[in-house]
């Protein structure tokens, strides 16, 4: 009984917290309309809602999720997800909310090195597992995970190395350190590809590393709305999933 209210406070909790972002959102103006919402770095505001479907050795998952980010201050962004899952794993088709994240990123400086235009971040992300293990959904614990990065733009194309450290505050031990690499390619006819490939050593499952990658073909319809494709693919013996496909429908304001 205390586990099913403890699920439904948290779950509440960030149900009104993501209103309340949303809401915050359309009251705080963009530092720069021209800058793309696929880049984590990007000085902008937007609200995608997006589905992938993840083909497992086990099963499916299909995720619905929403995925956003507004500015509080020029120098500090505010990220937001919330994901649902469907999910087989377990023989039986379940369904639940999988995952809330709260991500603030702090821009110390920026600037431009010669031709190579640079922006450095710092941040954190607040991962509250909403998920249910004994369906398959979820991770089993909440997280913290800090971060740092750099965008820099050379030749037109976005490249930014991200680092990131996950652990526990809650629930199952979680110990992962995670290399991320992502370029953000502009293309005429305001349409754009994305490389986003992840590398995490999980410390807790004998240095597992489940990699996987994901390309992205988006294109913006004006400047306020934007559609795009993934295909994802895992990588190595320890990948999380086989193969996946997904789709994106962005709002930018």
């Known amino acids: 009984m205390l586990k099913q209210l403890n699920f439904r406070y948290r779950t509440i909790f960030i149900c009104v917290a993501i209103q309340f972002l949303l809401m915050s959102s359309l009251l705080i103006s963009t530092a720069s309309s021209e800058e793309n919402a696929s880049n984590p770095l990007a000085k902008v505001k937007n609200t995608d809602v997006r589905y992938q479907y993840l083909d497992l050795d086990n099963g499916r998952v299909n995720d619905v ?8 201050l020029d120098s500090l962004k505010i990220k937001y997800e919330v994901h649902y899952w469907e999910t087989d794993v377990t023989d039986e088709s379940e369904n639940n909310l999988e995952s809330a994240t709260l991500k603030g990123i702090y821009f110390p400086t920026e600037g431009a090195w010669g031709d190579v235009e ?13 998920g249910e293990q004994d369906k398959g959904i979820g991770s089993g614990s ?30 199952e031990d979680v110990n992962t350190t995670s290399f991320r690499l992502i370029a ?13 490939a992840k590398v995490p050593i999980d410390w807790e499952h004998d240095q597992a590393v489940p990699a996987r990658a994901e390309l992205q073909f988006g294109k913006s319809i004006n400047k ?10 895992g990588i190595g013996s320890d990948r999380p999933y086989d193969w996946g496909i997904g789709t994106g429908l962005r709002f930018n304001y």
């Open 65 to 72: 999720f929403l995925d956003g980010a507004f500015m509080a």
């Open 118 to 130: 640079y922006r450095v971040a710092l941040g954190l992300d607040w991962i509250v597992d909403l």
């Open 142 to 171: 909440d997280q913290l995970a800090p971060f740092a990065g750099i965008a820099m733009v050379i030749g037109g194309t976005t490249l930014i190395p991200l680092v990131q450290q996950f652990f526990d505050y809650s629930g």
């Open 184 to 196: 953000l390619k502009p293309l005429p006819q305001k349409m754009w590809l994305k490389l986003d």
């Open 224 to 233: 306020s709305v934007g559609v795009y494709v993934d295909g994802l693919v």
